[in-house]
């Protein structure tokens, strides 16, 4: 039997930088992937998905063109063509992390593997292999209701191959990929509704934002159905579907698509063949440290249900790497991580909420600005931006800063420096504005 220092299973965020790292530390590392090398992100998330909301975004830049002297003609969408551009962009990258994982000596295994003992899997072929260390990476799952005629919906797995672009489309969900496809849908001109089972979309964003979000994206023609249970789909003979609710009016359309959360990767995995303890969720418990509760096998990113995102999951495969490889114990610091909400606006947000501030440190000061930027303005876009910074009254400090605006992802992972850093809102004051931007407006608060 073949034998290895570290056996990853799950090519993803996570686990490719952990084997990279390990295997730069020395150790003979190999990875199985039962898909495609690189992952969510990488194949069937981030990366793709960005894509679509800059193909989106022309859909108002080239009207606000006109207002900017542009002749600009009806132009007219091709789906097939950014579908196809973007897959070929996601082979790419497919290829750049394949070469990276062999640049660095780590035997990649194409194909499905589970954990057998605690120190031996088994990949689909029926190859037992043993490892000192196995890494769980196996990441998360789309989510779907148990409901009647489900089947009829897709998720975000199947939505970057579409043959074509639905006329209609009803996304399920209220996070962050329901909100990032609304945009993206609407922007081609598909007619979208977003159907919550609550009346809170996007929760532990800062409620002012996320009610920002919303009116703008009603006002652009988006439809909400919230506090919506799903009955049953229904699929009508010629392709179409009825969607029937518990209270309220069916709706019929050309595309459903599930954005109802994302579950640890962990059925079928074996990982009771090693005693390994998961929460109920399915997720794997770990310690700060990322190990299990069987000492020879740790785990790290979306399948851990920590902090469902790319560069978590990237920090907690090196950190793993450094700990158990490099010599070098080193934990993930999860304050004040930055995130954003990649909708028509975006949304982007780090530190506490104003409601957590409040109900965590009591006196806070909240500063707002809202304003058109300058580019809406002359576009005679009617759409505004809204910066919020919340900070401690007792020590001045911003302990949160929240925006939606145009570019606010952008300008928000520069500022989110200063909150990490633990500035205070006169270090922001102090800071001489670069005019004109939208930036401009985080040092200029009042
Ligand atoms: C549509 C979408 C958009 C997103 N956008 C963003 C974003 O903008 N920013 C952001 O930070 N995050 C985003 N995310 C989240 C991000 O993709 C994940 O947090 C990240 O990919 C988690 O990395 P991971 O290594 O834990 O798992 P993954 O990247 O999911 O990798 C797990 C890998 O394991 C493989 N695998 C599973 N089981 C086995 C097995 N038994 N044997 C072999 N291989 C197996 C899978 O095929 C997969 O390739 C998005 C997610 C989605 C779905
Ligand atoms: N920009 C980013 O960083 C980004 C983008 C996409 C995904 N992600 C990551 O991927 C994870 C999964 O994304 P997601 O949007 O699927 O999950 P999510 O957890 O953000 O949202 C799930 C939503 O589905 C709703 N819901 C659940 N069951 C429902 C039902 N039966 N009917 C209608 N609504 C229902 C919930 O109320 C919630 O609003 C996120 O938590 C995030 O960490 C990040």
Same mark, same amino acid.
């Given at each position: 039997?073949?034998?290895?220092?570290?056996?990853?299973?799950?090519?993803?965020?996570?686990?490719?930088?952990?084997?990279?790292? +390990?295997?730069?530390?020395?150790?003979?590392?190999?990875?199985?992937?039962?898909?495609?090398?690189?992952? @969510?992100?990488?194949?069937?998330?981030?990366?793709?998905?960005?894509?679509?909301?800059?193909?989106?975004?022309?859909?108002?830049?080239?009207?606000?063109?006109?207002?900017?002297?542009?002749?600009?003609?009806?132009?007219?969408?091709?789906?097939? &063509?950014?579908?196809?551009?973007?897959?070929?962009?996601?082979?790419?990258?497919?290829?750049?992390?394949?070469?990276?994982?062999?640049?660095?000596?780590?035997?990649?295994?194409?194909?499905?593997?589970?954990?057998?003992?605690?120190?031996?899997? @088994?990949?689909?072929?029926?190859?037992? *292999?043993? +490892?000192?260390?196995?890494?769980?990476? @196996?990441?998360?799952?789309?989510? @779907?209701?148990?409901?009647?005629?489900?089947?009829?919906?897709?998720?975000?797995?199947?939505?970057?191959?579409?043959?074509?672009?639905?006329?209609?489309?009803?996304?399920?969900?209220?996070?962050?990929? +329901?909100?990032?496809? $609304? #945009?993206?849908?609407?922007?081609?001109?598909?007619?979208?509704?977003?159907?919550?089972?609550?009346?809170?979309?996007?929760?532990?964003?800062?409620?002012?934002?996320?009610?920002?979000?919303?009116?703008?994206?009603?006002?652009?023609?988006?439809?909400?159905?919230?506090?919506?249970?799903?009955?049953?789909?229904?699929?009508?003979?010629?392709?179409?579907?009825?969607?029937?609710?518990?209270?309220?009016?069916?709706?019929?359309?050309?595309?459903?698509?599930?954005?109802?959360?994302?579950?640890?990767? &962990?059925?079928?995995?074996?990982?009771?063949?090693?005693?390994?303890?998961?929460?109920?969720?399915?997720?794997?418990?770990?310690?700060?440290?990322?190990?299990?509760?069987?000492?020879?096998?740790?785990?790290?990113?979306?399948?851990?249900?920590?902090?469902?995102?790319?560069?978590?999951?990237?920090?907690? #495969?090196?950190?793993?790497?450094?700990?158990?490889?490099?010599?070098?114990?080193?934990?993930?610091?999860?304050?004040?991580?930055?995130?954003?909400?990649?909708?028509?606006?975006?949304?982007?947000?780090?530190?506490?909420?104003?409601?957590?501030?409040?109900?965590?440190? #009591?006196?806070?000061?909240?500063?707002?600005?809202?304003?058109? $930027?300058?580019?809406?303005?002359?576009?005679?876009?009617?759409?505004?931006?809204?910066?919020?910074?919340?900070?401690?009254?007792?020590?001045?400090?911003?302990?949160?800063?929240?925006?939606?605006?145009?570019?606010?992802?952008? *300008?928000?992972?520069?500022?989110?420096?200063?909150?990490?850093?633990?500035?205070?809102?006169? +270090?922001?004051?102090?800071?001489? $504005?670069?005019?004109?931007?939208?930036?401009?407006?985080?040092?200029?608060?009042?």
């Amino acid at each position: 039997m073949t034998s290895y220092d570290l056996f990853v299973i799950g090519a993803g965020s996570g686990g490719v930088r952990a084997a990279r790292i +390990a295997a730069a530390h020395g150790a003979k590392v190999a990875i199985a992937e039962e898909y495609r090398v690189g992952g @969510t992100c990488v194949i069937r998330g981030c990366v793709p998905k960005k894509l679509l909301v800059y193909g989106a975004h022309f859909a108002e830049d080239l009207k606000d063109a006109r207002r900017f002297g542009w002749d600009v003609p009806e132009c007219d969408f091709n789906w097939p &063509t950014l579908r196809d551009n973007v897959l070929a962009d996601v082979d790419r990258l497919n290829g750049a992390y394949t070469s990276t994982l062999a640049s660095h000596d780590v035997e990649v295994f194409l194909e499905r593997a589970t954990v057998s003992s605690p120190q031996e899997v @088994t990949l689909a072929s029926g190859r037992r *292999i043993s +490892a000192k260390h196995i890494l769980i990476a @196996t990441g998360a799952w789309p989510v @779907t209701p148990d409901i009647e005629g489900a089947e009829h919906g897709i998720t975000s797995n199947e939505v970057f191959h579409l043959e074509k672009m639905p006329r209609r489309a009803v996304i399920a969900g209220g996070g962050y990929i +329901a909100n990032e496809f $609304a #945009g993206i849908f609407h922007e081609f001109s598909c007619d979208v509704t977003l159907v919550n089972r609550s009346d809170t979309i996007l929760r532990g964003y800062d409620r002012q934002i996320v009610e920002r979000l919303l009116a703008t994206s009603m006002a652009k023609g988006i439809n909400f159905r919230l506090n919506a249970e799903f009955e049953k789909i229904e699929k009508l003979d010629d392709g179409s579907l009825r969607l029937h609710f518990k209270d309220g009016e069916p709706i019929e359309t050309d595309l459903l698509m599930f954005a109802t959360g994302r579950r640890p990767h &962990t059925q079928g995995l074996g990982l009771e063949n090693a005693g390994i303890a998961l929460d109920n969720q399915g997720a794997v418990i770990v310690d700060d440290y990322n190990r299990s509760s069987c000492k020879s096998i740790y785990a790290v990113g979306d399948v851990t249900n920590r902090v469902q995102l790319t560069p978590v999951a990237i920090r907690e #495969g090196h950190a793993f790497a450094d700990t158990v490889f490099g010599g070098n114990p080193r934990t993930v610091d999860y304050d004040c991580i930055p995130s954003a909400v990649f909708s028509h606006p975006p949304i982007a947000g780090v530190g506490l909420t104003e409601s957590e501030a409040r109900e965590k440190l #009591g006196t806070v000061k909240v500063y707002t600005s809202d304003f058109r $930027a300058m580019k809406n303005v002359l576009a005679g876009r009617d759409e505004r931006a809204l910066y919020k910074m919340i900070v401690d009254d007792t020590t001045g400090r911003v302990v949160g800063l929240h925006m939606i605006g145009p570019d606010a992802p952008e *300008i928000l992972q520069a500022a989110a420096v200063a909150v990490k850093a633990g500035l205070t809102k006169q +270090a922001f004051d102090d800071t001489v $504005a670069l005019h004109p931007s939208m930036a401009e407006e985080l040092v200029l608060l009042k």
